[in-house]
């Protein structure tokens, strides 16, 4: 692993911001989790006092040795730590690339969630045509069959005006998976609850985002106002089965 998943992993499990960045943020989260005396105020003390509570020599400087030590502490923990293959595919996926995605890449933080108001195959043609400059990492059918329609490092343009956590333009970080009709008027089914949890579980291990599901979010609270989808129903429905699975995963 390089430094920047190391760090990645380790700021999934204490719930920092998962960027790949070692800051005071992160050295916070980790005082925290692990249990480190520190009273520094300075990110370079903060990481010395980390270092001594994990046993690697201490110059204050975060690499790939101290990282290593820290994972291994944080596994000495009762942290939950989740098994990518935890999580097998039952429903069909195809790639259909849409021509609505920005050429610039993206590090995928999280998972907006959204409903697209009409039907399945009508939400695939609409996002496939240059026309709508609309377009969803991934869009579910009642069945949970899913059509892929941007790579996770592709920019797609799912919540227009939004922000999470103080930050605009939540295309920038967050991946766009959508159910097709209104989740308003109806309840989603067992599976396209399953089907999302296979889509979004393997991203949560593969990039380190928080398990605590923090950054699995919805369009009505990205762009509070303006959009309602998903309904609270149907993302308890997604939030309590990610839960679930991965506390089964942990065991
Ligand atoms: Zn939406």
């Known amino acids: 692993m390089t430094l920047d998943e190391l760090i990645r992993e380790i700021q999934g499990v204490v719930g920092a911001n998962v960027d790949g960045q070692y800051g005071p943020q992160t050295a916070g989260c980790i005082i925290k989790k692990l249990g480190v005396k520190s009273s520094a105020t300075t990110l370079k003390y903060k990481t010395r006092n980390i270092q001594k509570h994990v046993g690697v020599w201490v110059d204050g400087d975060f690499g790939p040795k101290t990282s290593g030590a820290v994972i291994a502490a944080l596994k000495g923990l009762d942290v939950t730590t989740v098994k990518p293959d935890a999580v097998t595919t039952h429903y069909n996926e195809s790639y259909q690339p849409t021509p609505n995605m920005s050429v610039r890449k993206i590090k995928?933080?999280?998972?907006?969630?959204?409903?697209?108001?009409?039907?399945?195959?009508?939400?695939?043609?609409?996002?496939?045509?240059?026309?709508?400059?609309?377009?969803?990492?991934?869009?579910?059918?009642?069945?949970?069959?899913?059509?892929?329609?941007?790579?996770?490092?592709?920019?797609?343009?799912?919540?227009?005006?939004?922000?999470?956590?103080?930050?605009?333009?939540?295309?920038?970080?967050?991946?766009?998976?959508?159910?097709?009709?209104?989740?308003?008027?109806?309840?989603?089914?067992?599976?396209?609850?399953?089907?999302?949890?296979?889509?979004?579980?393997?991203?949560?291990?593969?990039?380190?985002?928080?398990?605590?599901?923090?950054?699995?979010?919805?369009?009505?609270?990205?762009?509070?106002?303006?959009?309602?989808?998903?309904?609270?129903?149907?993302?308890?429905?997604?939030?309590?089965?990610?839960?679930?699975?991965?506390q089964k995963s942990s065991r």
């Open 108 to 246: 995928p933080l999280g998972v907006v969630l959204h409903h697209s108001d009409g039907s399945f195959n009508g939400g695939v043609s609409w996002i496939l045509n240059p026309d709508s400059n609309v377009s969803y990492h991934c869009l579910i059918d009642t069945n949970g069959d899913r059509v892929v329609f941007a790579k996770d490092d592709r920019r797609a343009w799912h919540a227009g005006k939004s922000k999470f956590k103080g930050k605009i333009g939540v295309n920038d970080f967050l991946l766009g998976v959508s159910f097709s009709g209104n989740t308003n008027h109806r309840e989603l089914t067992d599976a396209e609850v399953e089907s999302a949890c296979e889509f979004i579980l393997p991203r949560l291990v593969k990039y380190g985002w928080p398990t605590d599901l923090s950054t699995i979010t919805t369009h009505r609270a990205v762009s509070p106002g303006r959009k309602n989808d998903v309904d609270s129903r149907a993302e308890e429905k997604i939030m309590t089965a990610l839960r679930s699975k991965l």
